[in-house]
């Protein structure tokens, strides 16, 4: 019987009981020694359980105060994977969760028994937010709230591409973790059309009355999922490019795209393609393997990936 069971068992036996029970009876209910059993007490009270000792007899429930546990029990594997989980969500939520957050790893830390309890023992389950782009999103809590209960949202959203502020209503549909990076995609009631939105570039957000603009999931994904990278649009292209053996250890590993895993043409050319409909992110990506990719087709985009790389040579001569 692991600790969870013992404490589950004692509390249902406390609330039953009209007599204290004693150490000695604890341990012949458990089989455990009299160590164990004054663990499985302080794990209920961890919980918020009203023990309290009667003196000789033992101990019981103060009955005065009601007391459930919490409906959910998990075992210890599932614990520690819940502690891991709540440093990914740390990571990811712009902080708005973190309160929320430290109750649940409170509670989850408790069960365990005080095991990764200090701040230093959390620190063995690193997340790095490598590409993260703002640590806090103000915006956050009311456009998730917006995607949750299916309401229109009024939004001033500065676009990095025109570098201007604009006002729109929009519909929420969905909310995209990307390259540690929070997105909305939403129906643009003012440009008539879906549209992706970075959430730290929505300056302002007001939660309107009015039900979303509903779009059926297969439109979303096709608008918004079939092309390279976070740029909406339905693919006009295929990218053909060739990665070096060198780069292919890592190339052939990596998800740069849902059913395109590329193939080996011989033992030092790997091929990868690629749809996509605007390049300026597939192009970013290229240029990170540097000499170690070629752009086959399109000739334009082979064209527009030499024309970075030189004009990156340029600012060294």
Not at 81 to 100: H, P, R, Y
Request: hydrophobic share 35%; net charge neutral; aromatic share 8%.
């Amino acid at each position: 019987m692991d600790k969870l069971q013992r404490a589950q068992r004692l509390h249902q036996l406390f609330k039953i009981r009209k007599t204290p029970i004693s150490d000695q009876e604890m341990c012949e209910l458990f089989e455990c020694s009299p160590s164990t059993s004054k663990r499985t007490r302080e794990d209920l009270r961890a919980l918020g359980a009203p023990i309290y000792c009667t003196g000789g007899a033992g101990y019981s429930y103060d009955k005065r105060i009601a007391f459930e546990l919490p409906g959910v029990w998990f075992s210890q594997d599932e614990l520690h994977a819940l502690l891991i989980i709540q440093q990914l969500t740390k990571n990811i939520s712009g902080g708005f969760f973190d309160e929320s957050i430290q109750l649940i790893q409170n509670k989850a830390q408790s069960l365990l028994g005080g095991q990764m309890s200090s701040p230093k023992e959390m620190r063995l389950i690193c997340i790095l937010g490598a590409g993260s782009r703002c640590k806090t999103l103000p915006m956050f809590s009311i456009v998730s709230s917006a995607v949750l209960e299916r309401r229109r949202l009024d939004i001033i959203y500065q676009g990095r591409q025109r570098g201007k502020a604009t006002e729109r209503e929009v519909s929420p549909q969905r909310m995209i973790h990307y390259k540690g990076n929070w997105y909305l995609d939403a129906w643009c009631h003012k440009a008539d059309a879906l549209r992706s939105f970075a959430v730290e570039k929505i300056t302002k957000a007001c939660l309107l009355k009015s039900a979303c603009t509903e779009i059926p999931n297969i439109e979303l994904d096709d608008t918004l999922s079939t092309s390279f990278g976070i740029f909406s649009g339905k693919p006009t292209h295929t990218a053909v490019l060739h990665f070096t053996e060198k780069a292919a250890r890592w190339v052939q590993d990596e998800a740069w795209f849902p059913d395109h895993p590329g193939k080996w043409l011989d033992h030092q050319v790997f091929e990868l393609r690629i749809p996509y409909h605007n390049p300026t992110e597939l192009i970013m990506e290229i240029c990170r393997y540097g000499a170690d990719v070629e752009v086959m087709d399109p000739r334009e985009l082979r064209q527009q990936v030499a024309d970075t790389l030189r004009k990156a040579a340029a600012q060294y001569e």
